[in-house]
Nanobody, 121 residues
């Protein structure tokens, strides 16, 4: 069994900052990419950022220069530092991890439960 537990969401004013965390635990053999998606009301889920095991980050154009993704491989944790937040960043943010639970098995994608980020004055 694998769990991804997110934290750090909340209400923030435009221009403010938040830091999201997501820790993976359980029967993990190895973790590859980790990342974040978000889903705003009435919209499709979209990729925000992901980071490879080696630490190479990738970002959606809408968040480049404002969001920074990082990871702690020793603790199976991924972070998303968000600055200069805008109303359009309001969404439920979901973390994911591509991982193996056994050397015999193929990679699987596992998801967190989601954390609400609301940017409003």
């Amino acid at each position: 069994q694998v769990q991804l537990v997110e934290s750090g969401g909340g209400l923030v004013q435009p221009g403010g900052s938040l830091r999201l965390s997501c820790a993976a635990s359980g029967s993990i053999f190895s973790i590859y990419a980790m990342g974040w998606y978000r889903q705003a009301p009435g919209k499709q889920r979209e990729l925000v950022a992901f980071i490879t095991f080696g630490g190479s980050p990738n970002y959606a154009d809408s968040v480049k220069g404002r969001f920074t993704i990082s990871r702690d491989n020793a603790n199976n944790t991924v972070y998303l530092q968000m600055i200069s937040l805008k109303a359009e960043d309001t969404a439920v943010y979901y973390c994911y991890a591509d991982l193996k639970t056994s050397w015999r098995l193929a990679n699987g994608r596992y998801w967190g439960q989601g954390t609400q980020v609301t940017v409003s004055s």
